[in-house]
């Protein structure tokens, strides 16, 4: 059975930045959140084996499935390669999951992060596959695909080898586009001239193209005064054809209500719009960043328990506002609950799970010279 695109909302939620008070899950504020965006008709969610520390399908469990009738929403989650030591541990994971989120299947399962090398290999040394379609000839899985941080070439090499793929989930936005890692433009044209329903992650770049500066949002804020710098980003890939879905990794309520804003009576971006997307572009791109997405695969396995992520938010804050003393403000109180980056021993484990392929041991030595420790 193939997936209809008409039946599909162009927002999910993804349940991967969900509100934290006190370092736990802020559930109260997450089933407000949830109840917002289901009162809109829109009901796909997405989480995953790894998420909040394990704990994101269990959010969802007590957010969305205790308080829905299970056919008012689609929930999908993923099968962790990094996870899997035996071919018994993927049906032992795939039982947890059912247990952790409290439903009989999941509407919508990945293989989580498929690339070159370790990931992938697992993959194929267990044939996760044909045990993908095994669980949807048992009425456990309803539809079947991956998440995607890989080459094209290996896309391609795996859809030729896998027909029984429906759907990819491929980081893509705006700044991507040309990105010589992530090449989304590329997995994007792929996917379309294969009529493979395509869901898109990371559509606002963990937040980084939420707010661009004063200089930049005012280009953005001339043109629709009324609409979010967010806006914009979302607008931009759920405009692209093939695109299924846009996930938005909401942090707040806020956030929430500004997604549903952008997608109630949807506005594709027009050709005067795109001319001011490639000049922000452009301009973004002048200024070097570190291409983190704080999806924050790094930090469960850090012996030192550096939050590499919100180092790295530092300084690319301080790159773009050299000025600005909160950057340093904020590290400071970084470093009070975890570790420093100079704190790193170069173990490695982090780079050994960044989708975007960062040379976090250097970047990390790096960001301890510029903040002094």
């Known amino acids: 059975m193939g997936i209809d695109l008409t039946t599909m909302p162009k927002l999910g939620f993804g349940l991967m930045r969900l509100p934290e008070k006190e370092g736990v899950i802020d559930m109260e504020q997450v089933c407000t959140m949830v109840d917002h965006y289901m009162k809109t008709d829109k009901r796909y969610f997405d989480t995953a084996y790894v998420y909040h520390g394990g704990k994101s399908e269990t959010a969802a469990r007590e957010a969305l499935v205790k308080r829905y009738p299970r056919d008012s929403f689609m929930l999908a989650t993923k099968l962790p390669a990094w996870e899997i030591r035996k071919e018994s541990d993927i049906e032992k994971i795939f039982e947890e999951q059912l247990e952790r989120a409290g439903v009989d299947y999941f509407d919508y399962y990945l293989l989580h992060s498929i690339e070159e090398g370790n990931n992938y290999d697992v993959y194929v040394k267990y044939d996760c596959f044909k045990w993908g379609v095994q669980k949807k000839a048992e009425g456990k899985i309803r539809h079947f695909g991956f998440s995607f941080h890989g080459s094209p070439e290996l896309l391609e090499e795996i859809l030729d080898a896998h027909p029984e793929v429906e ?51 005012a280009k953005f804020k001339a043109a629709r005064p009324d609409d979010s710098v967010a806006s914009w980003a979302l607008r931009y890939v ?16 806020e956030q929430v209500l500004d997604n549903i804003k952008t997608f109630t009576d949807f506005e594709p971006v027009t050709d005067a719009e795109m001319t001011i997307i490639n000049e922000v572009t452009e301009q973004i791109l002048s200024i070097p960043q570190i291409g983190c997405t704080a999806c924050k695969y790094c930090t469960p396995g850090c012996p030192m328990q550096i939050s590499i992520p919100d180092v790295f938010r530092t300084i690319n804050t301080l790159r773009r506002y050299p000025d600005d003393w909160r950057s340093k403000n904020f590290y400071a109180g970084l470093i009070a609950r975890s570790g420093k980056a100079s704190d790193c021993i170069a173990c490695g484990q982090c780079e050994g799970v960044c989708p975007q392929h960062l040379p976090i041991i250097e970047l990390l030595k790096d960001a301890a010279e510029t903040l002094g420790e």
Do not use: C, K, W
């Open 238 to 253: 759920a405009s692209l054809p093939g695109v299924m879905t846009v996930l938005s990794g909401m942090s707040n309520e």
């Open 167 to 217: 759907f990819v989930q491929i980081q893509l936005n705006y700044l991507d586009r040309t990105n010589p890692v992530v090449r989304s433009q590329r997995l994007y044209e792929i996917l379309h001239e294969r009529n493979i329903p395509i869901i898109v992650m990371e559509p606002v770049r963990g937040g980084m193209l939420a707010n661009l500066g004063d200089e930049i949002d």
